[in-house]
Nanobody, 124 residues
Framework: QVQLAESGGGLVQAGGSLRLSCAVSRRTFKRYNMGWFRRAPGKEREFVAAINWSGNSTYYADSVKGRFTISRDNTKDTVYLQMNSLEPEDTAVYYC?????????????????WGRGTQVTVSS
C-alpha cells in the first residue's frame, strides 16, 4: 500500500504563489509516475499536472500551463506543485496521485493511489 500526504495548501491573494508537496510512503516512489488533480466547489475533479518517474517529462492542463510547475525529488520521495500567478478560479482541493501507468494515462484519471487532498483558497 502506498500512502500519499499532501501539504502546503492555504489562503493566498490573487497573483500570489504556493508550493504544494506530496510525500510518498514507500521507497518504490521512483517506480511511480505522479500527478496532481483538483476539485473546485460544485465541480468534478480535474487533471492539473503529471510527471514521469524520472522527472524529465511533464504534462499540464491548459488552464495552468505557464503558471504551475510540477517537479519531483526521488531522493526525498516527494513530488511538488509550484503554483504562481494564482487566480480565484484555482480555488480547490488539490490531490496528489500515483500510478504505474504512463503520465498520459494519469491525465485520463487512471490512478493507483490518491492522497487526501489539501485546500487551496485564492482570494480576489
Amino acid at each position: 500500500q502506498v500512502q500519499l500526504a499532501e501539504s502546503g495548501g492555504g489562503l493566498v491573494q490573487a497573483g500570489g504563489s504556493l508550493r504544494l508537496s506530496c510525500a510518498v510512503s514507500r521507497r518504490t516512489f521512483k517506480r511511480y509516475n505522479m500527478g496532481w488533480f483538483r476539485r473546485a466547489p460544485g465541480k468534478e475533479r480535474e487533471f492539473v499536472a503529471a510527471i514521469n518517474w524520472s522527472g524529465n517529462s511533464t504534462y499540464y492542463a491548459d488552464s495552468v500551463k505557464g503558471r504551475f510547475t510540477i517537479s519531483r525529488d526521488n531522493t526525498k520521495d516527494t513530488v511538488y506543485l509550484q503554483m504562481n500567478s494564482l487566480e480565484p478560479e484555482d480555488t480547490a482541493v488539490y490531490y496528489c496521485a500515483a500510478s504505474q501507468r504512463t503520465p498520459r494515462t494519469i491525465m485520463a484519471g487512471s490512478i493507483d493511489y490518491w492522497g487526501r487532498g489539501t485546500q487551496v483558497t485564492v482570494s480576489s
